[in-house]
């Protein structure tokens, strides 16, 4: 059976190019490390932002409405780092930037080694950065020994 070895991309469409594509260039590019480039594809302008695992789109929406989380849809996206020590200066340089990111810290309500900084993209979205915590190590590593439970 063919196995999913990752998220390939994602599509954000955004209210305002221009000003998503600074708030992208200055999380994904300047501080994740991202590179990035800019196409078009149907006639409409897109920014894409990738790095050698993952890749992240921003396209004009069609259509103006307000992201809301809990409603069908994208409720948040999440990027993982190595270490809790790695969100922190994530969490540092987002905030060095004028973004307003929450400090870095435990949620052991999530899991007992759960660190996380969130923060909001200009549409509303919802961001967050996380650890590598051990279990999701521990599920990559021993997979074929693992009884899926």
Not at 63 to 80: K, N, V
């Amino acid at each position: 059976m063919p196995e999913v070895i990752g998220i390939d991309h994602i599509y954000l469409s955004v209210s305002d190019l221009a000003r998503s594509t600074a708030f992208y260039d200055r999380v994904l590019r300047d501080t994740l490390g991202f590179r990035s480039n800019r196409f078009t594809l149907g006639g409409e302008p897109h920014v894409q932002y990738y790095n050698r695992h993952f890749g992240c789109v921003l396209r004009p929406a069609r259509a103006a409405s307000a992201h809301e989380p809990y409603a069908p849809g994208l409720h948040h996206l999440c990027l993982r780092v190595d270490s809790a020590a790695e969100v922190a200066e994530v969490a540092q340089r987002l905030q060095g930037l004028g973004i307003a990111a929450s400090d870095a810290r435990l949620y052991p309500e999530y899991a007992a080694d759960y660190c996380a900084t969130f923060f909001t993209d200009p549409d509303g979205i919802r961001l967050e950065v996380t650890n590598y915590r051990q279990e999701r190590r521990e599920r990559h590593d021993h997979w074929a020994s693992s009884d899926g439970a």
